[in-house]
């Protein structure tokens, strides 16, 4: 048996509920994370009696009392202190309506609030009490299932998911983030009421599933997700991209195996959420892009484009933020396939300056995910991917460094335009500076303002305006 660390939060909220003659015990996630030795800065205590009192107390003893918390509503408190996030609640008991996750509250004992968690894993509680502090309290053999590595409920699973389906979505979480698994009868319940993860917000499925997706192995929680029945009830997308169709004997890859490959290889690189997504996204209309076509077989023609607009529509339904994030995934689903096409022998200076230009700061993001995206099974054909990609990156190092694209701005404004002409705003601006741009694009100027001054005479000239000076 573990002995509890020493711990500052622990110690005072012990001594404080000694003083108000109330049973206190430290609960959930933090007592878990002791076990498994992941040591956790968010600490549960459940009083029995109100939590909103200890919590005043005990932030008057850390000095913190203005940053305490209140939840009336939910009779709960909350506090930081160092780095620690400590949540009071009053030992409570619970029970549900078939409409709703919110439950009906009333106060409970120990065991009562024990019973409401969602696993035994998380339902064990440490006394802090003077008498046996530091005793385990389980219940409900959160200890053997620790050491078994299985998440199960307390009481009847059906029971358990139906009244707070969020508790799905949780248990395939812990199952990614912990590496466990799923207890069998568990599993077979969430099956059976996956349809009604409808009655959750979809910020809080999302929450989950951020977590899942900045696991080490995001591809592996979304494989569970799917064979549990919960995918298709908040992504249908994704869940569109299993399955594999075959045409003249010609079968295509399985793009959701595909998919999940790619972003358990970028998971392993990176943990930054968005290009993760990037990674989830990249092939999301390859089955509304789908062709069979007698010579060349199936093809996804487009996909980069659609994907990119499907990316909006998904982002907006999953209320994931809609600013610079949301615009970095799409333009990454957008140019995935371009590095492919650098790596033809023969490469013109202006495909890899347009690329330069179009992925500005992102082009070493979407490298990283176009190396995710080789999944062949065939390690000769990798390596030698991998070595086409590097000379492409090697060409477009060169490249950056003569021409100075990746943070490209134009070499003369539309101020400037203006005024070498004395006009006002106008669609000739437009015109001119999209000239200058494609020239230096396709190589025909220098990146630079002297060249730029030139070729906006000429385009002025053209246009029938007058050159001012
Ligand atoms: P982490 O902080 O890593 O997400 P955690 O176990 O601390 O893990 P929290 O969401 O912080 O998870 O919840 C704290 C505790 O509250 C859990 O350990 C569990 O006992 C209980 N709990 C949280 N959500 C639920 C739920 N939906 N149903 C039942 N019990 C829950
Ligand atoms: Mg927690």
Redesign the pocket.
Known sequence: MKEIPDNIVLQTVSEVALKLQKPVYV????V??IFLDRP?S?I?IVVVGSGIELAALVAERFERRRFLKVYKNFGTAMLNYQNYEI?FVGARKESYREDS?KPIVEDGTLADDIK????TI??MAISLNKKDYGTLIDLYGGMEDLEARIIKTPLDPDV?YSD?P??MM?AV??AV?LDFEIEKKSFEAIRNNAHRLSIVSIERVMDEFN?IMLSDTPGKGIRILRSAGLLKHFFPELEALYGVEVMDSKAHKDNFYHTLQVLDKLAQRTNDLWLRWAALLHDIAKPQTKRFDKEAGWTFHGHEFVGQKMVKRIFKRLKLPMNEKMRYVQKLVLLHLRPIALTEEIVTDSALRRLLFEAGEDIDDLMMLCEADITSGNPDKVKRFLANFEMVRTKLRQTEEKDRLRNWQPPLSGEDIMNAFGIPPSKEVGLIKTAIREAILDGEIKNDREEALVLMKEEGKKLGLTFKG
Do not use: H
């Open positions: 609960i959930g996630g933090w878990r994370d956790s968010d549960d949540e996750r409401r968690r969602d696993f998380n339902a358990t707070d969020l508790r949780r979480r812990f983030q977590k």
